[in-house]
């Protein structure tokens, strides 16, 4: 079936460090892939997308680039801010073979912590 | 932008009794709403998805009488935890999908974080 693995949490960096969050997935074919982003009391915000093989997404800094052959989307910043402390799920949409799915499917979460 | 408002944020409640969480979409229409739910360090797993004017499709495993959804108006979804019991805790997240047929613009609720005790 179709899953994603994220690394776990929590993260903490100090300010102005590189950071890393790893994913894979399973899926077959080429699924739509996602980073969201969960700062504390408010819902779920895409981040950043990719929806084919070498694909790069980027928003606000964050990067993350869809590899089909390691089946990887890892999330990379080069330097962090208190401010992005949050957490971050990646996520994907599984290839549509002629019928309609927009069904998210979402790794665990990765808590990053941010300090001054 | 598109707002999904999720009430209550949190709650507590006694075994046995029952909580309606709602969901509202705030300046457009939902026809469709998928609920999720969040175990710690776990995904966010999807329970159902809720049709405004016909009955909520669950996803396997999820006990339709346990959670009861309605999807009342075009901008109103509401999950019901039935009797609830404390393996019932969990953190609740409603999700709008796209409206302008862009499939990635997906709009979330900011949760419910329910305690049974």
């Known amino acids: 079936g179709n899953s994603v693995t994220q690394m776990e949490g929590p993260v903490t960096l100090s300010e102005e460090a590189f950071l890393t969050i790893n994913c894979t997935y399973t899926?077959?074919?080429?699924?739509?892939l996602f980073w969201y982003v969960q700062y504390p009391g408010e819902g779920l915000q895409l981040l950043l997308k990719?929806?084919?093989?070498?694909d790069k997404g980027s928003n606000k800094g964050f990067e993350a680039t869809y590899r089909k052959e390691t089946t990887s989307f890892h999330l990379e910043k080069g330097s962090v801010q208190v401010s992005d402390s949050a957490v971050y799920f990646c996520?994907?949409?599984?290839?549509?073979?002629?019928?309609?799915?927009?069904?998210?499917?979402f790794g665990t979460g990765t808590l990053l912590a941010v300090q001054p | 932008g598109a707002v999904v408002s999720q009430h209550p944020s949190w709650v507590i409640c006694k075994s046995g009794t029952s909580v309606k969480i709602e969901c509202r979409s705030l300046?457009?229409?939902?026809?469709?709403m998928f609920w999720y739910r969040q175990f710690p360090k776990q995904s966010l797993m999807l329970m159902a998805t809720?049709?405004?004017?016909?009955?909520?499709?669950?996803e396997q495993g999820v006990e339709k009488d346990k959670f009861l959804i309605n999807h009342a108006s075009l901008t109103l979804s509401t999950l019901t935890v039935t009797s609830a019991h404390p393996e019932d805790s969990s953190f609740y997240i409603c999700?709008?999908?796209?409206?302008?047929?862009?499939?990635?613009?997906?709009?979330f609720g900011s949760g419910t974080r329910l305690t049974v005790v």
């Open positions: 990719a929806t084919k093989a070498d």
């Open positions: 899926a077959t074919g080429y699924p739509s």
């Open positions: 809720s049709n405004e004017g016909s009955k909520a499709t669950y």
């Open positions: 996520a994907l949409i599984p290839e549509s073979y002629g019928g309609a799915t927009n069904k998210l499917i």
């Open positions: 300046d457009f229409q939902a026809t469709t």
């Open positions: 999700s709008a999908p796209p409206f302008q047929g862009n499939n990635y613009g997906y709009t």
